[in-house]
């Protein structure tokens, strides 16, 4: 069977007034072990692989 891989992601905004904004965001990664290609394992299963958290602040300043 081969690798399978499955990412999600989560975004959020919020907006304070139309020159100030704050991003949040997280991504995660999944990876499918299969029992058969890998020894040790008692059942298939997915596990997290990689995960990645962000944060922006966005201002406009006038000159």
Do not use: C
């Not at 904004?21 to 299969?34: H, Q």
């Not at 890998?38 to 922006?56: C, I, P, R, T, V």
């Amino acid at each position: 069977m081969p690798p399978y891989f499955v990412s999600l992601m989560r975004f959020e905004t919020y907006r304070t007034n139309p020159f100030t904004v704050f991003y949040l965001g997280s991504s995660s990664g999944y990876e499918y072990f299969d029992r058969n290609d890998y020894a040790g394992l008692n059942d298939s299963q997915w596990k997290l692989s990689e995960q990645h958290f962000f944060a922006k602040f966005q201002y406009l300043f006038r000159i």
